[in-house]
């Protein structure tokens, strides 16, 4: 069974940094691509940033570039969101999402983790 | 990037069918077969009904079928249940190696 479970959400203030992780395990972590989604609270869903197999390729949204650094250790089968000059408008639940070998879909994701950017 | 947009709301009554639209650009939507849905109930997270345009997963009901034509796909939930009760969100692959999502579409079954 796909497991993936993130952690590291909590209460920081603006300007602040955090880090949030992600546990994978049930399939070869080290093979596939990696996501990072967003939702604000009762907001939408926004895509924030994906990493390759092997860490050598990310992309992100335009609105977390520069302040946002994802990162994936495949030997602990953990991916990572590293923020960074942290916004009231980064305060959302932050899902970890599998990518699907050679597709653009996100079929498994987690349950999320809670940030809160506040004064 | 703009979030690909979609109706805030539809609704209709058991069995009837429904049918959300996502627009998006020729940079996104309309250059890619890389479109896929998602349902979210309050409080959980998403679950993927749609992928590359029209395909089902294993174990989403067939009642869930996709389309797409130009810059604009659309999901339409024919027979519908109250458990489709929920928020749906298209997304799509972009020319800028990232992703878009809708925003957002509360389907509400009278």
């Known amino acids: 069974e796909v497991l993936l479970v993130e952690s590291g959400g909590e209460l920081v203030q603006p300007g602040g940094s955090l880090r949030l992780s992600c546990a994978a395990s049930?399939?070869?972590?080290?093979?596939?691509?990696m996501h990072w989604v967003r939702q604000g609270p009762g907001k939408g869903l926004e895509w924030v940033s994906r990493i390759n197999s092997d860490g050598s390729i990310t992309n992100y949204a335009d609105s977390v570039q520069g302040r946002f650094t994802i990162s994936r250790d495949n030997a602990k089968n953990t991916l990572f969101l590293h923020m960074n000059s942290l916004t009231v408008e980064d305060t959302a639940v932050y899902y970890c999402a599998r990518g699907e070998s050679g597709r653009y879909h996100f079929q498994h994701w987690g349950q999320g983790t809670l940030v809160i950017v506040s004064s | 990037q703009s979030a690909l947009t979609q109706p805030p709301s539809v609704s209709g009554s058991p069995g009837q069918s429904v049918a959300i639209s996502c627009t998006g650009s020729s940079s996104d939507v309309g250059s890619y077969n890389r479109v896929s849905w998602y349902q979210q109930p309050p409080g959980t997270a998403p679950k993927l009904m749609i992928y590359?345009?029209?395909n089902r997963p294993s174990g989403v009901p067939d009642r869930f079928s996709g389309s797409k034509s130009g810059n604009t796909a659309s999901l339409t939930i024919s027979g519908l249940q109250a458990e489709d009760e929920a928020d749906y969100y298209c997304?799509?692959?972009?020319?800028?190696?990232?992703?878009?999502f809708g925003t957002g579409t509360k389907v509400t079954v009278l």
């Open positions: 049930g399939f070869t972590f080290s093979s596939l691509w």
């Open positions: 997304n799509s692959y972009t020319s800028s190696s990232t992703y878009v």
């Open positions: 590359e345009v029209n």
